[in-house]
């Protein structure tokens, strides 16, 4: 199953050589929230595989990014010790318009015809 997710590009790591033939890369989006007027921000660590390592190369820090992820998950056993990993594996990322702030005007839309104002001298005619 396939998940997404839109915020800001905080942190980008280093591509890390895990083994000969296993390389990892990690990186932070920010999300921000409002709930009942109070933003909550959260972090969220996602790490990319292989030839997936290069996703985040053309995206910068601040940038707003929409990332498509996997959840992966693995039982690891030490000492008799059972330990469960959870990972946000990203695939895809694209770049997203930063949403525009509260109250702010919309932009205009010059495509609509315009109606002329009343009394203009113009045409009264419906037709």
């Known amino acids: 199953m396939s998940f997404e997710i839109t915020g800001k590009l905080i942190v980008?790591?280093?591509?890390?050589?895990r083994s000969e033939t296993f390389k990892t890369r990690e990186f932070v989006i920010e999300k921000s929230d409002d709930i009942n007027g109070r933003?909550?921000?959260?972090y969220i660590k996602f790490?990319?595989?292989q030839d997936r390592t290069g996703i985040v190369?053309?995206?910068?820090?601040?940038?707003?990014v929409k990332?498509?992820?996997n959840?992966?998950?693995t039982r690891w056993e030490k000492d008799g010790k059972v330990n469960y990993i959870t990972n946000l594996d990203a695939?895809?990322?694209e770049s997203v318009m930063a949403a525009p702030a509260p109250g702010a005007d919309p932009m205009p839309n010059y495509n609509?015809?315009?109606m002329p104002a009343a009394g203009d001298g113009g045409d009264d005619l419906p037709f």
């Open 12 to 17: 980008k790591y280093n591509t890390v050589q």
């Open 39 to 42: 933003v909550i921000n959260n």
């Open 47 to 49: 790490q990319s595989v």
């Open 57 to 64: 190369d053309r995206f910068n820090e601040g940038e707003n």
């Open 67 to 69: 990332v498509y992820f």
């Open 71 to 73: 959840i992966k998950g």
């Open 91 to 93: 695939w895809r990322m």
């Open 112 to 114: 609509t015809p315009q």
